[in-house]
């Protein structure tokens, strides 16, 4: 089982600064199958990135993945009032399919 | 517009059994893998199980594995999660989520199972 180990757990920002979220693998995620995906309260999850770097559709270009191999990264610019919530990375190359334990970005 | 709308959640007794149903519209159901995911209270995510297309590939996490069984009806545009012998642990807002391959990029708003005496 690849195990996803996301840091930090918080991050604590204001608008119109960057976030950088870290999610690192227990061990080589195949061909880079990395997701990342956005978690408001009361809400279904939202896919932002896919093959570690892809925006889904619809994504605002201030949302960008990066990383490969066991090490990935998600960027934020200029946070928005809509972007403070919970973000979890996930790979999907092998079963069992895991999540990340989240990072919140919350409102410094 | 995709749509996809879990129901069957309730409370349940621990050992007790549960259907969780899940009604697909707005894409074509039969070309895409889907998955059932959950989250307890508070918690992070969890993927339980996917199934392949035409139902010939099924995989679960390992806590649910032989407990559980998820099916797929194409021509009812279905998607369902069998629970037998339920745990209090199993308590969690259950997704019914969908995508190409094993990525998913459409979800449900989730159903509620609680397990508890």
């Known amino acids: 089982e690849i195990v996803l180990t996301q840091s930090p757990g918080t991050l604590s920002l204001s608008p119109g600064e960057r976030a950088t979220l870290s999610c690192r693998a227990s061990?080589?995620?195949?061909?880079?199958?990395v997701a990342w995906y956005q978690q408001k309260p009361g809400q279904a999850p939202r896919l932002l990135i896919y093959?570690?770097?892809r925006r889904a559709t619809g994504i605002p270009d201030k949302f960008s993945g990066s990383g490969s191999g066991t090490d990935f990264t998600l960027t934020i610019n200029r946070l928005e009032p809509e972007d403070f919530a919970v973000y979890y990375c996930?790979?999907?190359?092998?079963?069992?399919?895991?999540f990340g334990g989240g990072t919140k970005v919350e409102v410094k | 517009e995709v749509q996809l709308v879990e129901s069957g959640g309730t409370l349940v007794q621990p050992g007790g059994s549960l259907r969780l149903c899940c009604t697909a519209?707005?894409?074509?159901?039969?070309?895409?893998?889907m998955s059932w995911f959950r989250q307890a209270p508070g918690k992070g995510l969890e993927w339980v199980a996917n199934?392949?297309?035409?139902?010939?590939?099924?995989h679960y996490v390992d806590s649910v594995r032989d407990r559980f069984t998820i099916s797929r009806d194409n021509a009812k545009n279905s998607l369902y999660l069998q629970m037998d012998s339920l745990r209090v642990e199993d308590t969690a807002l259950y997704y019914c989520?969908?995508?190409?391959?094993?990525?998913?990029?459409?979800w449900g708003q989730g159903t509620l199972v609680t397990v508890s005496s």
């Open positions: 061990q080589s995620v195949g061909r880079n199958f």
């Open positions: 996930q790979q999907y190359a092998d079963a069992p399919l895991t």
């Open positions: 199934i392949k297309q035409d139902g010939t590939d099924i």
């Open positions: 093959g570690a770097s």
């Open positions: 519209s707005g894409f074509t159901f039969s070309n895409l893998w």
């Open positions: 989520a969908g995508g190409g391959g094993w990525l998913v990029d459409s």
